[in-house]
């Protein structure tokens, strides 16, 4: 579906969309997977990403090699690409991109308030945040006591602050409160970048609103799994489901109820595109849940490639990107924990 963008996209847009889609064709295909899932070393896997876009991050790391310093490069790559994106990016493209970025700032956040409370190293916990969701101020975290103090010192001049609004509260940070304020930062999040792709319009709000329907669905199974059998009333998970998606608004009225993922799976099966990812479990098993849900994600994803002029490809870039680097990790995980049988477990092919 197209308005007129395609007379006028490619005067600021065509040169990223171009520069996005060659970067595209340098994700790792199913032989390269295949190639990866038989090493027998870390050493053997450097030298099979040597052949591929890692290798000039990955040619000076001395052995023996961690599993952490694979990922570090691979991200740093991820990174490097986006800064570029960003930096030829002109309005509103570039705060199309700044959007990507405030899932990682939230999960940031919500990494050092965690470890703080848990009483770990502040510069520990920053070497374990995501490059891509680093603010100036994000080491002053570690000072706040509640979430009031934590708006007010440290995150009211970020981009998240206006998402901070429904949840400042001045009860104690503790693990349950940390799990629902980022929930809730997420729920505004989904909420306020769905608006901005709707005033976007044409392709850019047809795939968006797909891309993000689908994050906010998956958010809410999740949501509604991991509450089961905590403290949290049905009205308070129900607050946390985004107030868009295929779900909303009937199905989150039944996800709030459930007792157990049996319930959970029979609200679902009623929405066909999640009725096949829940054909995939066996009943009363949620592990291979997440799986699932990435498959679909990837495939969603890679249909957005289909289309042109529209962002959503830079999106899709993005997290097809993060999803062949936590393929990385597992499998660089299982090889170097001698666990090589369950290598294909959670590794997604993403073409």
Not at 300 to 310: D, N, T, V, Y
Request: glycine share 4%.
């Amino acid at each position: 579906m197209y308005g007129f963008e395609a007379m006028t996209f490619n005067i600021h847009g065509g040169y990223l969309e171009a520069i996005v889609r060659g970067y595209r064709s340098g994700l790792l295909t199913a032989a390269d997977y295949n190639n990866l899932c038989q090493c027998e070393t870390l050493d053997d896997i450097k030298m099979h990403l040597s052949a591929t876009e890692y290798g000039p991050y990955l040619q000076n790391e001395p052995s023996p090699l961690h599993t952490t310093t694979i990922v570090e490069k691979c991200t740093l790559k991820l990174v490097d690409e986006y800064k570029h994106m960003l930096t030829q990016a002109t309005e509103p493209l570039s705060t199309f991109l700044e959007y990507i970025t405030y899932g990682h700032m939230i999960d940031n956040v919500v990494l050092i308030v965690t470890g703080t409370l848990h009483e770990r190293d502040v510069q520990e916990l920053l070497e374990k945040c995501h490059p891509l969701g680093m603010f100036d101020s994000i080491a002053t975290l570690a000072v706040a006591q509640n979430m009031r103090e934590l708006y007010r010192l440290v995150l009211v001049d970020t981009p998240l602050a206006p998402y901070f609004s429904e949840c400042i509260t001045s009860e104690d940070l503790d693990d349950m409160n940390i799990e629902i304020m980022r929930n809730t930062l997420y729920k505004a999040y989904l909420e306020d970048f769905y608006r901005f792709c709707q005033k976007l319009g044409g392709a850019t709000a047809e795939i968006m609103s797909d891309l993000l329907a689908f994050e906010a669905d998956r958010r809410a199974v999740n949501i509604t799994i991991n509450s089961i059998g905590t403290e949290l009333t049905r009205d308070d998970r129900r607050k946390l489901y985004s107030n868009f998606g295929l779900l909303y608004p009937y199905g989150h009225e039944e996800l709030a109820v459930c007792e157990d993922i049996d319930q959970v799976r029979a609200a679902m099966e009623k929405y066909p595109p999640y009725q096949t990812i829940f054909s995939k479990l066996s009943y009363g098993e949620s592990q291979i849940l997440d799986k699932a849900f990435y498959e679909e994600e990837v495939k969603r994803l890679c249909l957005a490639f289909e289309q042109q002029f529209h962002y959503g490809v830079f999106f899709a870039y993005m997290r097809l990107r993060e999803q062949e680097i936590r393929n990385l990790m597992w499998i660089s995980e299982c090889v170097a924990q001698n666990q090589k049988s369950r290598v294909h477990d959670s590794v997604v092919f993403i073409f």
